[in-house]
């Protein structure tokens, strides 16, 4: 059974900075593209950033460009997203995604991937 569970989420003032993490189980994540997509009330899920499988490129949304930085550990099977100078507009439950067979032009679309986690809550005050 594949899981994906994210941690490391919390209440930050506008500023600071959190890691959140993507482990996985039942599944190998460096075969995968990985994924962070973002989800705040009453808006649809939004991609954040996208880690291609085979060539390990990145691909950021511009909202955070700059600001956040995705990253693979293989030997833990764990996916990590730094996010340094959050602002109050980075609030939302965040979920990463895995898919083995998603196309690079769809990235960033939430219904090609096949695997998610159950999120997990980023709350930044100003």
């Known amino acids: 059974q594949v899981q994906l569970v994210e941690s490391g989420g919390g209440l930050v003032q506008a500023g600071a900075s959190l890691r959140l993490s993507c482990t996985a189980s039942?599944?190998?994540?460096?075969?995968?593209?990985v994924a962070w997509f973002r989800q705040a009330p009453g808006k649809e899920r939004e991609f954040v950033v996208g880690l291609w499988r085979s060539s390990g490129t990145t691909h950021y949304a511009d909202s955070v460009k700059g600001r956040f930085t995705i990253s693979r550990d293989n030997a833990k099977n764990i996916v990590y997203l730094q996010m340094n100078n959050l602002k109050p507009e980075d609030t939302g439950v965040y979920y990463c995604?895995?898919?083995?067979?998603?196309?690079?032009?769809?990235?960033?679309?939430?219904?090609?991937?096949?695997?998610w986690g159950q999120g997990t809550q980023v709350t930044v005050s100003s």
């Open positions: 039942g599944r190998t994540l460096r075969s995968d593209t």
């Open positions: 995604a895995a898919s083995s067979t998603i196309i690079l032009s769809a990235i960033a679309t939430p219904s090609q991937y096949h695997y």
